[in-house]
């Protein structure tokens, strides 16, 4: 009996001695399963990841003439700004209501339960916003190529400007859903809460309507958020300098593209360490 107390007792002493696994490895292990989960979701994935693309193809079809003094076709120039669109899209309007039905059914109640470190949740939800976010851009991008003639850039300098293009937008969105999923009380909400101003969003800021056909006014409101400037840094990307003609300032702007979407980060980052909860407001 003593023998097998203390055998017990060891085997309980080394398990408490074991170090748990650090929040880099369990994140990602997380974002495999967050990644696995979405693209399980047929629904899900079809509203994502295809939705940019048959906007794309719609508008493309409906605004089929040449824009001489760019040197462009309208679906060339709505190209980029689908992906700034899809990037957003994948980022703050995945998160934003995905987050709140996981505080609704109370799975991030039950994970902050767990020993598994609060920095490998969203470690993973960063994963699958990278990988849907790659995923889309480069659907995009294959559409845009193949049906509309669109050139890829071979410049390292336009290569590096759709990096952090990418990176900002992405992280900018992220951060930004993360806290909006606060905002609604419950996950049926979260649609109403984050879906309708994403939408208002993307025809203010030139993804639906050539941002040279807007209104003064609603170009400087779409100026306000982070999709304006994806899109026209995008454009940038893509388009020949020609088109530079079309935009409000005359110029791509990367400057100001980097100091907004570095705003928005930090915006967003702090948004999410005052209005995070764990806990849906119904549980008290």
Same mark, same amino acid.
């Given at each position: ?105 109370? =799975? @991030?109640?039950? *994970? ?9 949740? /969203? !470690?993973?939800?960063?994963?699958? &916003? %990278? ?91 779409? =100026? @306000?958020?982070? *999709? ?9 990307? /893509? !388009?020949?300098?020609?088109?530079? &003609? %079309? ?38």
């Amino acid at each position: 009996m003593t023998t097998t107390t203390t055998a017990r007792a060891a085997r309980d002493a080394v398990k408490a001695a074991t170090p748990l696994p650090g929040a880099w490895r369990v994140g990602l292990s997380r974002g495999g399963l967050e990644i696995k989960q979405f693209f399980r979701d047929r629904t899900q994935v079809a509203f994502t990841l295809a939705f940019p693309v048959v906007f794309l193809i719609l508008l493309s079809s409906i605004f089929g003439e040449e824009i001489e003094e760019a040197n462009i076709s309208v679906a060339q120039l709505f190209v980029p700004s689908m992906m700034g669109s899809g990037l957003l899209a994948s980022s703050f309007q995945s998160l934003g209501t995905s987050i709140a039905h996981e505080r609704e059914n109370r =799975s @991030l109640r039950r *994970l902050r339960g767990t020993p598994m470190p609060p920095a490998a949740y /969203f !470690l993973g939800k960063v994963w699958l &916003v %990278l990988v849907t976010g790659v995923v889309e851009t480069a659907l995009l991008l294959v559409v845009g190529v193949v049906g509309y003639e669109l050139e890829i850039p071979t410049d390292p300098v336009r290569l590096f400007h759709l990096l952090w293009i990418m990176l900002l937008g992405m992280s900018a969105g992220a951060l930004l859903g993360v806290a909006i999923s606060s905002v609604p009380r419950t996950g049926a909400g979260a649609s109403a809460v984050v879906i309708l101003p994403f939408t208002i969003l993307q025809f203010v800021s030139g993804v639906y309507i050539p941002i040279s056909s807007l209104p003064d006014w609603m170009i400087q409101v779409g =100026s @306000l958020f982070p *999709l304006k400037w994806m899109c026209q840094g995008l454009r940038g990307v /893509f !388009l020949p300098d020609a088109a530079k &003609v %079309l935009e409000p300032a005359g110029d791509w702007e990367f400057g100001r593209v980097v100091l907004v979407l570095t705003a928005w980060c930090v915006g967003g980052l702090l948004l999410c360490l005052t209005t995070f909860r764990w806990k849906s407001r119904t549980d008290g």
